[in-house]
């Protein structure tokens, strides 16, 4: 099974830290196919009004868009590894505006690389068995586009049908700078905490990507707290470590607090294990998570 070979990878990680190599205690990287749903997920619930702006307004009425083409049976489905190649930039990748909606697939749906155009994935209702939520980014006439998972800075425009649509209260954002995290609900910053980040040559990706899901942390030296992994991937894959080839960007917590505000992980973003507890008791997957290099004015909470 995939998760036991990545497991065992990440056990000759560890146990090269015992014995010394002081470069692996840099590891962040860990997030891997076995992503486990919430114990108690709460149920999609249709999207309520809110006073806080939204990156998706409504589609202008009189534009005509072209309906969508049939895909083809044999398009690859979007999971842990990287997502086929072809899909459109995010327009607005550094956007802060928050993402008050998400879609949850219901079935396999097809993704496009515009409104109207080609068909280049599906998109299936869970991935490693973790139900699926992706923010809405931007709508037109008949059509939803979504950040893409397992891929940086990419977006998937959706037809209509096949999938349901979520709220989403939540927002997290990384300052690389300042090495900082700011958890948002519904506009309004809660909390800050400091946060370790990429090294050089490892650096945690800008832009927005998501929250996929939870795991299990597979070693004592994350500090026995749950980790999220998050929709994006290492910018260059071949800098990483040989064991963390194919991992996604992590959210997790450490066994210590020594490197707290430092470049210092495999590009993982690394926090206490008390702010970890508290965001995966508070924040669901499918919430937007953006990496800023400095917010202009730092949060309320900062």
Same mark, same amino acid.
């Given at each position: ?7 065992? !990878?990440?056990? %000759? ?35 309520? =009004? ?79 068995? +973790? ?5 809405? +980014? ?15 800075? !990419? ?8 999938? #349901?649509? +979520?709220?989403?209260?939540?927002? %997290?954002?990384? $300052?690389?700078?300042?090495? !900082?995290? #700011? ?32 795991? $299990? ?65 508070? +924040? ?5 998570? %953006?990496?800023?290099? $400095?917010?202009?004015?730092? =949060?309320?909470?900062?």
């Amino acid at each position: 099974m995939l998760f036991d070979r990545l497991t065992s !990878r990440f056990g %000759i990680a560890w146990l090269a830290t015992a014995v010394g190599v002081p470069a692996l205690l840099a590891l962040a990287l860990l997030v891997h196919s076995s992503l486990q749903p919430a114990a108690a997920p709460s149920p999609p619930r249709p999207v309520a =009004p809110t006073d806080t702006p939204s990156s998706t307004p409504p589609p202008v009425p009189d534009e005509t868009i072209p309906a969508a083409a049939p895909a083809p049976r044999n398009l690859p489905v979007v999971d842990y590894s990287p997502a086929p190649a072809g899909f459109p930039a995010d327009p607005r990748p550094l956007s802060t505006t928050p993402l008050t909606e998400g879609v949850a697939p219901a079935r396999n749906i097809a993704a496009y690389d515009a409104p109207g155009g080609r068909p280049l994935a599906f998109l299936a209702p869970t991935i490693s068995g +973790v139900a699926l939520t992706m923010p809405v +980014v931007e709508r037109r006439t008949g059509w939803t586009a979504v950040l893409l998972p397992s891929a940086n800075r !990419r977006i998937a425009w959706l037809p209509q049908g096949g999938w #349901t649509t +979520v709220a989403l209260r939540d927002q %997290i954002v990384v $300052e690389r700078r300042p090495h !900082r995290l #700011t958890w948002y609900r519904h506009g309004r910053a809660l909390h800050t905490w400091p946060v370790s980040l990429g090294m050089p040559g490892q650096s945690t990706p800008l832009g927005r990507t998501f929250i996929l899901g939870r795991t $299990e942390p597979p070693e004592a030296v994350y500090g026995g707290v749950d980790i999220f992994a998050l929709g994006s991937v290492p910018d260059d894959p071949d800098a990483v470590p040989t064991g963390l080839k194919g991992a996604h960007i992590g959210l997790h917590s450490w066994h210590n607090d020594d490197t707290l505000g430092e470049d210092a992980t495999n590009g993982c973003i690394r926090l206490t294990r008390v702010a970890q507890r508290k965001l995966l008791a508070e +924040v669901p997957a499918g919430t937007a998570l %953006i990496v800023v290099d $400095e917010l202009p004015t730092p =949060p309320a909470t900062a």
